[in-house]
């Protein structure tokens, strides 16, 4: 499987982004999908989950404010970010909730006035 994030770039505070992750191959719909995000200097951590049937969890300095969501059709989970600060500013990237498949790229968020 091979990740495609996109929809990345430069916004002011309180801006939004939605990004968006393709996945290649057929096995897409059975798996619970997350995105998650780097910081220069930080782990990687798990920002949102959705399960195969829709159900979502954020982590708490994001909710409110993102959400989660997917196409099984498209094989392609969704991040719309709204109210965005500049503590979001990282390298997001989508995978399993277990960090299955091998990372992508990446699609950078910086968040500046």
């Known amino acids: 499987v091979q990740l495609q994030a996109s929809g990345g770039g430069l916004v002011q505070p309180g801006g939004s982004l939605r990004l968006s992750c393709a996945a290649s191959?057929?096995?897409?719909?059975?798996?619970?999908m997350g995105w998650y995000r780097q910081a220069p200097g930080n782990e990687r951590e798990l920002v949102a989950t959705?399960?195969?049937?829709?159900?979502?969890i954020y982590l708490d300095s994001v909710k409110g404010r993102f959400t989660i969501s997917r196409d099984n059709a498209k094989k392609t989970v969704y991040l719309q970010m709204n109210s965005l600060k500049p503590e979001d500013k990282a390298v997001y990237y989508c995978?399993?909730?277990?960090?299955?498949?091998?990372w992508g790229q990446g699609t950078l968020v910086t968040v500046s006035s």
């Open positions: 995978n399993t909730n277990r960090r299955s498949w091998p």
């Open positions: 959705i399960t195969t049937d829709g159900r979502t």
């Open positions: 191959g057929n096995i897409f719909s059975i798996y619970v």
